[in-house]
């Protein structure tokens, strides 16, 4: 298996919603990425897992709640989100790099979030 | 001044036509990957270059670290060649885990 899948592939919620984004690989990666891309914009980055442990957070606002609860499976879960919050959301995994190395990333296909 | 610069930002060409995408970085990186993005769609990992040059089929990526500057080549281009291209680094100063993205060239090939 080399693939990374995202589901679901497209969510509207409401303001008021709570929902989750699941993430799953079974490539033995253990490095996983949570990215949010707007429209013709390249990805930014939000959390970063290595080792089931949160290791970059890139000052992401509360609303989004990442959880790794194991090698295999990312969550991102969503509370009181934004209209400004609509985006493709994708998540990625990779080995673990060192610096002065580095390992090729597989990409899921996204989340398309719409809020309401 | 972005860390990573693409050029051009828009690119329309025909059918068949030779294609160079270009991409200057200002740090020391480890690694510099090529990605591609159709629309509305995830992202595919093209090529991971640290030095050199890479091959895959159409696609030919060639790295010179000296310069800090790479360029993405599509030989015969074909219409589903269209997409968004985005070169992304891995800075050695920063965190391990961390890419810095390009803001990405959009390729539309006209059958």
């Known amino acids: 298996d080399t693939e990374v899948t995202q589901t679901p592939k497209h969510l509207v919620m409401g303001m008021t919603n709570k929902k989750s984004l699941k993430c799953e690989q079974h490539?033995?990666?253990?490095?996983m990425y949570w990215y949010k891309q707007k429209a013709k914009k390249p990805p930014e980055l939000m959390f970063v897992?290595?080792?089931?442990?949160?290791?970059i957070n890139e000052s992401v606002p509360s609303r989004f709640s990442p959880e790794c609860p194991n090698s295999s499976l990312l969550n991102l879960h969503l509370h009181a989100l934004q209209p400004e919050d609509s985006a493709l959301y994708l998540c990625?995994?990779?080995?673990?790099?060192?610096?002065?190395?580095?390992?090729?990333?597989?990409f899921g296909s996204g989340t398309r979030l719409t809020v309401v | 001044k972005n860390e990573v610069e693409q050029s051009p930002q828009n690119l329309t060409a025909q059918e068949g036509e030779f294609i160079t995408i270009n991409c200057s970085y200002s740090?020391?990186?480890?690694?510099l990957h090529w990605l591609q993005q159709h629309p509305g769609g995830g992202i595919v990992s093209l090529f991971m270059?640290?030095?050199g040059k890479k091959k895959h089929g159409r696609l030919i990526a060639t790295i010179n670290i000296q310069e800090k500057h790479s360029s993405l080549h599509i030989t015969a281009s074909h219409p589903r060649d269209s997409a968004v291209y985005i070169c992304?680094?891995?800075?050695?100063?920063?965190?391990?885990?961390?890419?810095?993205f390009g803001q990405g060239t959009r390729l539309t090939i006209n059958p």
């Open positions: 990625a995994s990779s080995q673990i790099a060192t610096v002065g190395l580095d390992y090729g990333y597989t």
């Open positions: 490539m033995g990666h253990r490095a």
């Open positions: 897992y290595s080792y089931e442990k949160l290791s």
């Open positions: 740090v020391g990186i480890s690694a």
């Open positions: 270059l640290s030095s």
């Open positions: 992304a680094v891995k800075p050695l100063i920063q965190g391990a885990q961390k890419l810095v």
